[in-house]
Structure formats: structure tokens, C-alpha cells
């Protein structure tokens, strides 16, 4: 299993357009990856849905995973993503 962390940049946290953001570049690069933060249950990162039910706030740290053995670099990008402030744009 590769894990990385990651925390939330953006000012509302993973909220509406944050979180869709975040799901869509999930998609697009294609590896199952699941994010929890804090004691909740892991949640499938490409589920709009799932996401937003964690309820991260900004500075909130989420953990990201995958089985994927090729899946390194996705979850290196995909951390590196979250801590962008997508709401500054």
C-alpha cells in the first residue's frame, strides 16, 4: 500500500469547487486512490460525494492511498494538488 499526506490548502477546505477539482484530477490520472483525514472512514477519492463528506477544512490533514503499485507518482501529484489554494485562483 503507498500512503501519502497531504494538507488542504484552500481556504474553504475540500468544499464544492475544491472537492471537484480534486475528484476530477483523481479521474484523470486513472489509479484507485482513497483519502481519509482524522479517524473517518476512508472514502474512494473519485466519489464527489465521499469526498465532501469528510468535511477537511483548510490546514486539515488528509491521508491518501492506494493498492496500486504504480501509483507513486499519481499520489505524489494528487498531494501535491491539495496543497495549492484552488479558491485563490
Do not use: W, Y
Not at 472537492?19 to 479521474?27: M, R
Not at 503499485?69 to 499519481?74: L, Y
Request: charged share 20%; proline share 3%; no cysteine.
Amino acid at each position: 500500500m503507498i500512503t501519502r499526506t497531504a494538507t488542504i490548502a484552500s481556504s474553504v477546505g475540500l468544499h464544492a469547487r475544491p472537492a471537484n477539482l480534486f475528484v476530477q484530477e483523481v479521474a484523470r490520472l486513472g489509479v484507485p486512490v482513497m483519502i481519509h483525514t482524522g479517524g473517518k472512514k476512508p472514502v474512494d477519492a473519485r466519489s464527489m460525494l465521499g469526498v465532501m463528506t469528510l468535511g477537511a477544512k483548510h490546514g486539515d490533514i488528509v491521508t491518501l492511498t492506494s493498492e496500486d503499485a504504480g501509483a507513486t507518482e499519481a499520489l505524489e501529484s494528487l498531494a501535491a494538488f491539495l496543497e495549492i489554494d484552488h479558491d485563490a485562483a
